[in-house]
């Protein structure tokens, strides 16, 4: 449990709203934060974020200047450190939430939302700014290597940000299947976290890889996804994956899974 409080955090909200930039301030300062900068565009939060790097950046999806993607790839490339991000958008669609998710948020809020969702990203947040590092029985943590598969850079540093502050050190990454098999080749594995989606090879093809081709059926695999299509997703499971795991995430909920498919 983090031993930081939602008091301790320093956010900064961009919404180019003045009403509803008001209400949402209103509702973190009944969960105990005070320390909230308010910003219209996403121009307005860069120049904050270089100036005062915030531990927590609260956006709307659509900014006078950029939408809340196009400001999450921005931060990511101008700061030394991945700043947690939280969408709060009224936007449905899932083709324009998609890169969102993709992008390794904290978590996405609809309009309106409810104390019980603000609290569960609040401590989102705190558990990825003060970690605990897991405690597994059958592991050493520090020497557990790790196969990051994943299309997307953004989502990558996201997941491989999580698995660090769990302890977890010895990370290699892939771009896609086919990447991940050439490594595959090289190395020997404790876990193989996956994206579904991606070019060359999918997901469900590298699962298949390992399974039936390599022969491995020991090693545990992670499908990391943001796929709602429970046909799709029954072909995964029948592949042979370990757990799935939905983006965005709660750092608590792969801890727990970590728990369940390492400790088994």
Known sequence: MSSLN??????????PSSMQLKLI??????????????????????QHISQYPPDLVISAMYLPDM??????????????????FMLISSETAAQALEPVRQAGVMAILPKPFTHEDLQRAIRATLDVI?????????????????????????????????????GIEHID???????AIELLARHQYDLIVTDLNMPEMDGE????????????VVVPILMATTENNQTTLGNV?????????????EPQVIREMLYRILDE
Do not use: C, W
């Open 6 to 15: 939602a008091s301790d955090l320093s956010i900064l909200l961009v919404e």
């Open 25 to 46: 301030m209103r509702h973190l300062q009944e969960e105990g934060i005070e320390k909230i900068d308010g910003v219209a565009s996403g121009e307005d939060a860069l």
């Open 67 to 84: 939408t809340a993607n196009q400001l999450i790839s921005k931060i990511n490339a101008d700061s030394e450190q991945l700043i947690p």
């Open 237 to 249: 499971r029948q592949a042979g994956v370990s757990a799935i795991l939905d983006k965005p995430f």
């Open 205 to 216: 093809q590298l699962v298949h890889y390992i399974r039936d081709e390599i022969g491995d």
């Open 130 to 166: 003060d970690p605990e590092e897991i405690q597994l029985q059958n592991y050493d943590v520090s020497e557990l290597n790790i196969l990051l598969v994943d299309d997307s850079l953004t989502s990558r540093n996201h997941i491989a940000r999580v698995l660090n502050s769990m």
């Open 173 to 179: 990454q892939a771009e896609n299947g086919r990447d």
